[in-house]
C-alpha cells in the first residue's frame, strides 16, 4: 500500500499522477489521506477510483506486508493564517497511521518538504520552522516501527549545502532527489527486470 499525504497540494498531485504510470507503483493500493471530513468529500469526488481516508478521525485500515507514505503536505501552509493546530493535527494524524502499520513487514517514510526549512526569509520563518518540526515529528512516528526507514528531502539539501556545493546545485539536487525518493518506496516490490541475452 502507499500512503499519500497532501494529495491535493501541487506537489501530492504530481506524485499521484507519477504513481498512475509508474511502472513499479503498478497493482499496489494507493490511499488518498485528507485532512478532514470536507477534504475527504472533495477527494473522493475527484478520484472515485482511489480509497481516500480522513486522517483527522484516527479509523486507518491495518495493511501487511510493504507501506510507502509519502507525505507532501504537513503542519503549516504557506501563504496561510499561522495555526499551530495544524501541525499537532497533522502529527497526530501521522503517528496514528504509523501505529496501525504495526503489523506490516516494512514502513518506507518519504517527507517530501519545502526547502524553506533551511534557509526561510523573515516573512516566512514560522513556515520554514514548522517544517523542520515535521521532519522531527515524522521521524519520531516511523522509529517506533520495528523495520521503518525515513527519507527527508531537506535532510538531502542540507548534506549538499554542508558539502559546500553551490545553493543552485543544492536546490537542483534537492529536486531531483525528491522525484526520485517520493517514487523509490512505490517501486519496491515490483517485478525486477531481467535483461534477455
Known amino acids: 500500500m502507499i500512503a499519500l499525504f497532501g494529495p491535493r497540494t501541487r506537489l501530492g498531485a504530481a506524485v499521484l499522477a ?4 509508474d511502472e513499479g507503483a503498478r497493482g499496489r493500493e ?4 485528507a485532512r478532514s471530513p470536507e477534504e475527504r468529500d472533495a477527494l473522493a469526488r475527484i478520484h472515485p477510483d482511489r480509497s481516500v481516508v480522513d486522517g483527522s478521525d484516527g479509523r486507518w485500515p491495518r495493511p501487511e506486508g510493504e507501506v510507502a507514505a509519502i507525505v507532501a503536505a504537513f503542519g503549516l501552509a504557506h501563504p496561510g493564517p499561522l495555526r499551530l493546530g495544524d501541525l499537532e493535527r497533522d502529527a497526530r494524524a501521522f503517528d496514528d497511521f504509523a501505529s496501525s502499520c ?4 516494512r514502513l518506507h517514510a518519504v517527507l517530501v518538504s519545502s526547502v524553506l526549512a533551511l534557509a526561510p526569509t523573515r516573512g516566512r520563518a514560522a513556515y520554514g520552522g514548522s517544517k523542520n518540526a515535521a521532519e522531527a515529528l515524522v521521524a519520531e512516528a516511523v522509529r517506533r516501527h520495528p523495520a521503518a526507514r525515513c527519507a ?10 554542508r558539502s559546500r556545493e553551490p545553493a543552485r546545485h543544492a536546490l537542483h539536487t534537492l529536486a531531483r532527489d ?3 525518493d517520493a517514487l ?3 517501486r519496491q516490490g515490483a517485478p525486477r527486470r531481467t535483461r534477455r541475452a
Do not use: D, I, N, Y
Not at 535532510?155 to 549538499?160: D, K, L, P, Q, V
Open 18 to 21: 507519477r504513481l498512475t504510470v
Open 184 to 186: 523509490r518506496p512505490a
Open 30 to 33: 494507493v490511499l488518498l489521506v
Open 152 to 161: 527527508s528531502s531537506t535532510r538531502a539539501a542540507r548534506r549538499s549545502t
Open 102 to 105: 504495526s503489523g506490516a513487514a
Open 178 to 180: 525528491r522525484r526520485r
